[in-house]
């Protein structure tokens, strides 16, 4: 009985730290002001495109916490996840993080990183004479 205690009394302090260190590098944190990281301004550009025409992705990534800290950012198109990228900002600081992407078929695609979304649209491309 006193060893199931041990254990038990050793993952919980095991789980409380890595709860605390995901909060500091900022694993599992998503958009929020009041935690360590800030993830902002979804940009796409150019919103609409021909199709294999590169888009580029960017969000901003502030540190609000007062050391320096990595953030895990992760790019899903229409539900799928794409591609992931890590933002190493030091404290108080911003940084701009960009993914770029291409699509071949005609439509629209929903872009979803971190908490933030938007869309871009591939057109047909024009009729050949």
């Known amino acids: 009985m006193m060893a199931r205690l041990r254990w038990a009394s050793a993952l919980l302090g095991l789980l409380l730290v890595s709860i605390f260190l995901g909060s500091l590098t900022g694993i599992g944190c998503g958009k929020s002001s009041t935690g360590p990281f800030l993830v902002e301004n979804l940009t796409i550009q150019p919103a609409k ?73 591939v057109v047909a491309p024009p009729p050949k004479p």
Request: aromatic content about 8%; charged content about 15%; proline content about 3%.
């Open 49 to 121: 495109v021909q199709p294999n025409e590169v888009i580029s992705i960017t969000v901003s990534v502030t540190n609000t916490h007062n050391t320096w800290g990595i953030y895990n950012l992760v790019l899903q198109i229409n539900g799928v996840r794409e591609a992931e990228k890590q933002a190493n900002v030091n404290a108080g600081a911003t940084q701009d993080v960009s993914f770029s992407v291409t699509r071949e078929d005609p439509g629209r695609y929903s872009v979803f990183i971190n908490g933030l979304s938007s869309s871009f649209i």
